[in-house]
């Protein structure tokens, strides 16, 4: 059985997605990165924490405050039987914040594992793009059921992957030269507030720059129906070989 990541490339940039193209690049979105709930539920805990932090200073309670609320909304999403990624990211990012502000006393560094991925992601966006393999596909990819078919036989996803891994990795940056400064030079409860407005805007914006690169470009290639149609035709024709094989025997 012959891979269908090594087939000739089709020509597929003048096939139109159509409205289940964008519709299926919406719920892919959706399934990848958690939805408006999942923007919504990775917010909410360093908002508790600072809100809860202006009001009283004391950092050790307002990092309890965050990480059981992040514990509720974890153990609520289990309840719900969503995926475990959506359920815990929140969990583990709100305990490295935790962790980090209990070591150094800082309130501050709440936030600092937060900068510090922001900053991993969007260098990682820009250097796999700048590889011919933008980290977009790499993350859709299987949610969309193509795996790695867009990178030899579909130019025109790949093209599409490579703007929205841009669009994700300058938001990223963007973002971090904003915030770094402040980290060093606003007071903790400057620094938390900013932080906070900042966390859903530029999401969304990736998000929907990402749909519309998605939802213009040509549609994935199923390589999981291929695949499964390809053992279906080999089944068959062992299948027929088998039937020859038996009547010859028989008019022999």
Do not use: C
């Not at 508790?48 to 009001?55: C, G, L, M, N």
């Not at 990819?141 to 990795?169: C, D, I, Q």
């Not at 915030?179 to 805007?201: E, H, M, N, R, S």
């Amino acid at each position: 059985m012959t891979s269908p990541d090594k087939q000739p490339a089709q020509d597929q940039d003048a096939a139109s997605p159509g409205h289940d193209g964008r519709a299926a690049t919406e719920a892919a979105l959706f399934e990848a990165f958690g939805g408006v709930r999942g923007m919504v539920e990775t917010t909410v805990p360093g908002l508790v924490f600072i809100a809860v932090y202006t009001v009283n200073k004391d950092i050790h309670f307002s990092a309890i405050a965050a990480l059981a609320l992040a514990l509720m909304l974890g153990v609520a999403r289990l309840v719900r039987r969503d995926t475990v990624k959506h359920a815990f990211s929140g969990v583990f990012g709100v305990a490295f914040g935790v962790a980090f502000a209990m070591l150094t006393g800082n309130a501050k560094d709440f936030y600092l594992p937060g900068l510090l991925y922001a900053l991993g992601m969007g260098l990682a966006f820009v250097v796999t793009t700048l590889a011919g393999v933008p980290l977009m596909g790499l993350i859709l990819g299987p949610v969309f059921k193509e795996n790695l078919s867009w990178r030899t036989r579909n130019p025109g996803r790949k093209k599409a992957y490579a703007k929205a891994s841009w669009a994700w990795g300058l938001i990223f940056l963007t973002k971090v030269a904003i915030l770094f400064p402040l980290y060093w030079w606003a007071d903790t409860t400057q620094f938390g507030w900013v932080i906070v407005a900042l966390k859903i805007p530029p999401m969304l914006l990736a998000l929907y720059l990402t749909w519309v690169f998605l939802a213009k470009a040509p549609p994935p290639i199923d390589v999981f129906a291929e695949m499964e149609a390809e053992e279906k035709a080999e089944r068959a024709e062992q299948e027929r070989a088998e039937q020859e094989r038996a009547r010859a025997a028989a008019s022999d």
